[in-house]
């Protein structure tokens, strides 16, 4: 499969980041795995913010719990990730990929490209 993000790239500060995430080449039903979103801020490695399941069990990173929230547009082969209450230190890269494992996503996984976003008044 490949996935696409899309989102804004520029986020007034305290407000909520919205991305999505289009799955295309298979559907998200049949594929299975760890629907997952990560971020790399600028000079910081990879970091893993959470991922979703098929069946809708969502799971975080225990830096993004309680402002991250991860769900599903299965007709529309979509996943979205909204993160609330944005301050500058959220100006990052911004990947989707599915993984096969929770927590990891590996180099032989399917990633999108990234999308830059910058959190700034």
């Known amino acids: 499969v490949q996935l696409q993000e899309s989102g804004p790239g520029l986020v007034t500060p305290s407000q909520t980041l919205s991305l999505t995430c289009t799955v295309s080449?298979?559907?998200?039903?049949?594929?299975?795995?760890?629907w997952t979103w990560l971020r790399q801020p600028p000079g910081k490695e990879l970091e893993w913010m959470g991922a979703i399941e098929n069946s809708g069990s969502t799971y975080y990173g225990r830096l993004f719990k309680g402002r991250t929230s991860i769900s599903r547009d299965t007709p529309n082969n979509q996943f979205t990730l909204q993160l609330a209450s944005v301050t500058p230190e959220d100006t990052a890269m911004y990947y989707c990929?599915?993984?096969?494992?929770?927590?990891?996503?590996?180099?032989?996984?399917?990633w999108g490209q990234g999308t830059q976003v910058t959190v700034s008044s």
């Open positions: 080449g298979g559907s998200m039903t049949a594929n299975g795995g760890y």
């Open positions: 990929a599915r993984g096969t494992s929770l927590g990891y996503v590996g180099p032989n996984d399917s």
